[in-house]
């Protein structure tokens, strides 16, 4: 089978990855080009498109009713808007000389050429799984496609045992945690740091550590698994770091993901030192004119530091998309870069960052001040507040706001979108502290929590030597 090169004024654009970035790039395309101007083919290596992946935890859970729920765009609704979509279809090699990639039916093994004139790489993330015994035995399943989601939810159905171990806490490790408590398993969550969530400070990560002990999850922090352990039928049944087992029906790995980028090293395209693709403002891969990539393959600007991170998240994708598609038809767009910031829950225990960490700015060379306040979502005396714990820091001598952490109970987590915008925007704690923000008793204090820590952190920069 080949797809030899359009002639004439009409261009063929390729993409490689069905779901967030490749298919926001390509419906965007599609939207500023008709198919007379634009021939849009788009590869995807598994069987669902424009999904969320961020919604996983929760359909495994069963806070949400199926896997269907978390998809937005089905392949069949891409064909219709005229983007030629090729399922069970892997891109097996870029030819960045030629401007063509080969491509190979995942079912039938057949291959061939497919030239471009413009190529998206949306090629994603993948899990992390360690090198250790074991690890690819049955019941072992990592976490970041609907594919992956459903090999799970058969393996739960399946499996008569109700034990299951998490490696790994991470923001997937505390999701998947307690999605297996709501399905009665025991579960048992190894983390090879002090503290869960390593995107907060220790201080921080050890406030959820708490809330999922008190859940009933068993926490193994400072452990390093070191084997998976099969039984006779070759299944998972444990799993060992140095000084213990766990005993395991299933294992979920949380290790986290990195950047899935072979393809595109092997054709020689720029990473960066995390492994990501390294684009232009534009997303353009750089030093490339003809090729474009997005989502959790690449690596951004941080605008708080202003070094490259790797931020796999799904609003940054259909970012990237969105920018992408919009140049490929004709049209400019930029994406600036982000600050991290993120949110999550354990139950109704909300945890939310943006900006930088203590050891992100050491990383980064900056001076800072540090504090940490309790407050309320809601004024003290108004009925249903809930404790708040907000950490901040602060640019030593300028004051300019670096980070803030958030945990906390109901109307915790989104206060996080202050402090974000307050970090896109490069403001001092003390312009955060005097920000005009909404009050009402039902909502807040009269002082915001995060501006009660602005407060307090203007206060420490101007005390500090």
Same mark, same amino acid.
């Given at each position: 089978?080949?797809?030899?090169?359009?002639?004439?004024?009409?261009?063929?654009?390729?993409?490689?990855?069905?779901?967030?970035?490749?298919?926001?790039?390509?419906?965007? !395309?599609?939207?500023?080009?008709?198919?007379? =101007?634009?021939?849009?083919?788009?590869?995807?290596?598994?069987?669902?498109?424009?999904?969320?992946?961020?919604?996983?935890?929760?359909?495994?859970?069963?806070?949400?009713?199926?896997?269907?729920? *978390?998809?937005?765009?089905?392949?069949?609704?891409?064909?219709?808007?005229?983007?030629?979509?090729?399922?069970?279809?892997?891109?097996?090699?870029?030819?960045?000389?030629?401007?063509?990639?080969?491509?190979?039916?995942?079912?039938?093994?057949? =291959?061939?050429?497919?030239?471009?004139?413009?190529?998206?790489?949306?090629?994603?993330?993948?899990?992390?799984?360690?090198?250790?015994?074991?690890?690819?035995?049955?019941?072992?399943?990592?976490?970041?496609?609907?594919?992956?989601?459903?090999?799970?939810?058969?393996?739960?159905?399946?499996?008569?045992?109700?034990?299951?171990?998490?490696?790994?806490?991470?923001?997937?490790?505390?999701?998947?945690?307690?999605?297996?408590?709501?399905?009665?398993?025991?579960?048992?969550?190894?983390?090879?740091?002090?503290?869960?969530?390593?995107? *907060?400070?220790?201080?921080?990560?050890?406030?959820?550590?708490?809330?999922?002990?008190?859940?009933?999850?068993?926490?193994?922090?400072?452990?390093?698994?070191?084997?998976?352990?099969?039984?006779?039928?070759?299944?998972?049944?444990?799993?060992?770091?140095?000084?213990?087992?766990?005993?395991?029906?299933?294992?979920?790995?949380?290790?986290?993901?990195?950047?899935?980028?072979?393809?595109?090293? !092997?054709?020689? *395209?720029?990473?960066?030192?995390?492994?990501?693709?390294?684009?232009?403002?534009?997303?353009?891969?750089?030093?490339?004119?003809?090729?474009?990539?997005?989502?959790?393959?690449? =690596?951004?600007?941080?605008?708080?530091?202003?070094?490259?991170?790797?931020?796999?998240?799904?609003?940054?994708?259909?970012?990237?998309?969105?920018?992408?598609?919009?140049?490929?038809?004709?049209?400019?767009?930029?994406?600036?870069?982000?600050?991290?910031?993120?949110?999550?829950?354990?139950?109704?225990?909300?945890?939310?960052?943006?900006?930088?960490?203590?050891?992100? !700015?050491?990383?980064?060379?900056?001076?800072?001040?540090?504090?940490?306040?309790?407050?309320?979502?809601?004024?003290?005396?108004?009925?249903?507040?809930?404790?708040?714990?907000?950490?901040?820091?602060?640019?030593?001598?300028?004051?300019?706001?670096?980070?803030?952490?958030?945990?906390?109970?109901?109307?915790?987590?989104?206060?996080?979108?202050?402090?974000?915008?307050?970090?896109?925007?490069?403001?001092?704690?003390?312009?955060?502290?005097?920000?005009?923000?909404?009050?009402?008793?039902?909502?807040?204090?009269?002082?915001?929590?995060?501006?009660?820590?602005?407060?307090?952190?203007?206060?420490?920069?101007?005390?500090?030597?």
């Amino acid at each position: 089978m080949n797809m030899s090169r359009t002639r004439g004024t009409r261009q063929r654009l390729v993409v490689i990855g069905g779901d967030a970035a490749g298919m926001s790039a390509a419906s965007q !395309a599609r939207r500023l080009k008709g198919p007379e =101007e634009l021939e849009i083919v788009a590869f995807e290596r598994g069987h669902f498109t424009s999904y969320s992946a961020c919604g996983i935890p929760y359909w495994v859970g069963g806070d949400v009713a199926g896997r269907d729920e *978390l998809i937005a765009r089905t392949p069949e609704e891409h064909r219709a808007r005229g983007i030629d979509l090729r399922l069970r279809t892997e891109v097996t090699e870029i030819d960045t000389a030629g401007r063509r990639v080969r491509a190979r039916d995942v079912d039938s093994g057949a =291959e061939w050429w497919t030239s471009y004139d413009h190529l998206v790489i949306a090629t994603g993330a993948r899990p992390v799984r360690p090198d250790l015994p074991g690890a690819d035995a049955p019941g072992v399943h990592g976490v970041q496609t609907l594919d992956d989601g459903q090999a799970l939810l058969d393996t739960l159905t399946r499996t008569p045992g109700r034990r299951a171990v998490v490696v790994g806490a991470g923001y997937i490790g505390v999701e998947m945690a307690e999605a297996l408590i709501h399905r009665g398993y025991e579960v048992t969550v190894v983390n090879r740091g002090g503290a869960p969530m390593s995107t *907060l400070d220790a201080d921080m990560g050890r406030l959820v550590r708490e809330a999922m002990s008190g859940m009933g999850i068993t926490m193994v922090d400072d452990a390093e698994v070191t084997k998976v352990l099969t039984g006779d039928d070759g299944r998972v049944r444990a799993v060992a770091t140095q000084d213990a087992e766990y005993p395991a029906d299933v294992v979920v790995l949380g290790i986290g993901v990195r950047p899935e980028t072979a393809l595109a090293r !092997a054709a020689g *395209l720029p990473l960066g030192d995390h492994g990501g693709l390294l684009t232009d403002l534009a997303m353009r891969v750089r030093g490339h004119e003809d090729i474009w990539a997005g989502g959790d393959c690449v =690596e951004v600007l941080d605008l708080v530091s202003g070094r490259e991170r790797h931020i796999p998240l799904g609003t940054h994708a259909n970012k990237h998309g969105q920018v992408i598609g919009t140049n490929i038809g004709g049209g400019y767009a930029t994406f600036p870069g982000v600050v991290g910031t993120a949110v999550s829950k354990v139950c109704d225990l909300e945890i939310a960052r943006t900006g930088l960490r203590e050891k992100d !700015a050491r990383r980064a060379g900056l001076q800072y001040v540090t504090v940490t306040v309790e407050s309320t979502s809601r004024a003290g005396y108004y009925p249903g507040a809930s404790p708040m714990t907000v950490k901040m820091l602060a640019e030593r001598r300028t004051g300019r706001l670096l980070g803030v952490q958030i945990v906390g109970r109901e109307g915790a987590g989104k206060r996080v979108d202050i402090a974000a915008v307050a970090l896109t925007a490069g403001l001092t704690v003390e312009q955060v502290a005097h920000l005009d923000l909404g009050y009402a008793p039902p909502f807040s204090p009269v002082w915001d929590p995060v501006q009660v820590a602005a407060r307090k952190a203007a206060a420490a920069v101007r005390e500090a030597p």
